[in-house]
């Protein structure tokens, strides 16, 4: 089995390996089972040819005894997942097998190429954790900052003196019993007389 990806008709993305089928319009996925997309690869690899029953049941179901049943079942379910109601990009050659009908592009990296919806997504996160970012980084600067101020921003904005500045004064010159916090105050001398 072919497990690189390819793309059907320019319309369908087809990953083996994740057992993906991916429709391009309408980015639709489907899940296929090991044995199906084995089948769809099998297919695919003989496109335009005629692959008879017996390659097929020898190939997916290993000549199993209701192998025949199993590819009748599973082309049905290929057509359905493939949009095929009118059996033409899978079409039946009574009593022998079957062609497939299809463009198929095998295309190196087409799993991030033909991908626009990781990209989108990506895209999407970047953009996500940008603005997260970004929020968080002003909060702190606003909350951190405004937390941190020493003195009302009236008194900055106002023009006033913050209360405990001691304007043109080394603040370790002070009067003997003059606090940082009075500096506008006259020293206490009620109770001193000389």
Same mark, same amino acid.
């Given at each position: 089995?072919?497990?690189?990806?390819?793309?059907?008709?320019?319309?369908?993305?087809? $990953?083996?390996?994740?057992? =993906?089928? /991916?429709? +391009?319009?309408?980015?639709?996925?489907?899940? =296929?089972?090991?044995?199906?997309?084995?089948?769809?690869?099998?297919?695919?690899?003989?496109?335009?040819?005629?692959?008879?029953?017996?390659?097929?049941? +020898?190939?997916?179901?290993?000549?199993?005894?209701?192998? !025949?049943?199993?590819?009748?079942?599973?082309?049905? $379910?290929?057509? /359905?997942?493939?949009?095929?109601?009118? +059996?033409? =990009?899978?079409?039946?050659?009574?009593?022998?097998? &079957?062609?497939?009908?299809?463009?198929?592009?095998?295309?190196? @990296?087409?799993?991030?190429?033909?991908?626009?919806?990781?990209?989108?997504?990506?895209?999407?996160?970047?953009?996500?954790?940008?603005?997260?970012?970004?929020?968080?980084?002003?909060?702190?600067?606003?909350? $951190?900052?405004?937390?941190?101020?020493? &003195?009302?921003?009236?008194?900055?904005?106002?023009?006033?003196?913050?209360?405990?500045?001691? +304007?043109?004064?080394?603040? !370790?010159?002070?009067?003997?019993?003059?606090?940082?916090?009075?500096?506008?105050?006259?020293?206490?001398?009620? @109770?001193?007389?000389?």
């Amino acid at each position: 089995m072919n497990d690189k990806p390819f793309v059907l008709n320019n319309r369908f993305w087809i $990953y083996p390996r994740l057992g =993906l089928v /991916k429709q +391009k319009d309408t980015a639709k996925e489907t899940r =296929l089972e090991p044995r199906l997309m084995q089948l769809l690869c099998v297919l695919a690899n003989h496109n335009g040819e005629l692959v008879s029953r017996e390659l097929l049941t +020898k190939e997916v179901w290993d000549d199993y005894g209701n192998a !025949d049943e199993g590819l009748t079942q599973g082309i049905s $379910y290929l057509r /359905k997942v493939l949009d095929d109601p009118s +059996k033409t =990009l899978i079409e039946t050659v009574p009593k022998k097998g &079957y062609v497939l009908h299809a463009v198929v592009k095998n295309e190196e @990296g087409s799993e991030q190429a033909l991908n626009p919806t990781v990209s989108n997504k990506k895209r999407a996160w970047l953009i996500t954790t940008a603005i997260i970012f970004v929020v968080i980084l002003t909060a702190y600067f606003l909350f $951190y900052h405004s937390s941190h101020t020493t &003195y009302p921003a009236k008194d900055v904005i106002g023009g006033d003196e913050p209360v405990g500045s001691a +304007k043109g004064k080394n603040p !370790d010159k002070l009067e003997k019993n003059q606090s940082p916090g009075n500096a506008d105050k006259a020293p206490d001398t009620a @109770g001193h007389h000389n």
